[in-house]
């Protein structure tokens, strides 16, 4: 399962900023050994993003 959320703000045409974020879920579980199928979703990968899109006019 994958929760994934996008924010954009245009400021003025062209000119764009995003932020962003995204996290991976699977269902296993840590045992101190290793890795183990298990009934609850644990996080297993995230990631944060921050862009900006200038529209250069001449």
């Known amino acids: 399962m994958t929760l994934d959320t996008l924010v954009s703000f245009t400021y003025i045409p062209g000119t764009v900023v995003y932020?962003?974020?995204?996290?991976?879920f699977e269902k296993i579980r840590w045992t101190g050994d290793e890795?183990?199928?298990?009934?609850?979703?644990?996080?297993?990968?995230r990631g944060f993003f921050f862009k900006i899109s200038y529209l250069w006019r001449w």
């Open 19 to 24: 932020v962003g974020y995204g996290s991976a």
């Open 35 to 45: 890795y183990l199928d298990s009934h609850r979703f644990l996080e297993t990968k």
